[in-house]
């Protein structure tokens, strides 16, 4: 118990001081899109995006903390999220995108020899991917890929617009 919570701690100062990626980065024109539901496909109201937006950053801050407290007891990053509940929960439960109902934040894990890395994948107010991990994250230092970067949800370019809401560690 007392490793998992050094490890812990050790992981959001980590996280912290690295400054995992994914917030602001400039990506496509504005698009009028309609935001899933579970009432249906109707018009979000900005603060509502806003909001979900907010909640993936969020979460994908706290998966973050656990994707890196679960490297340092394993020295790999996990092959998915499950394993981040149990036996030993790094996180108590693995959030759901906001603008995919009913469906985990994507999550994808580059292992290669001398590069690893993690994605965490949110579809964005157009609740569609416009991000493809095999595509646009290869792992390597510095992220994001122009390719990445040209998907990424940015506000600035309307509140609705196109892109993913992502984060990745580097
Ligand atoms: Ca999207």
Redesign the pocket.
Known sequence: MFRHLTSLMIATALVALLGCGGEETPTTPAQPVYVPTPEGMTPPSEADVRNRVSRALSDMRSLATALEAWYIDNRQYPPHLNVLTTPIAYITEIPLDP?NVGEPLAYHREARPGVEGWLLV??????????DPARDYDGSAPQPTPALAM?I?DPTNGTIS????VRWRW
Do not use: A, Y
Request: hydrophobic share 25%; glycine share 18%; no cysteine.
């Open positions: 603008f949110s579809r964005g107010p157009d609740g569609d991917s416009d991000v998907r949800f196109d892109g993913d809401v």
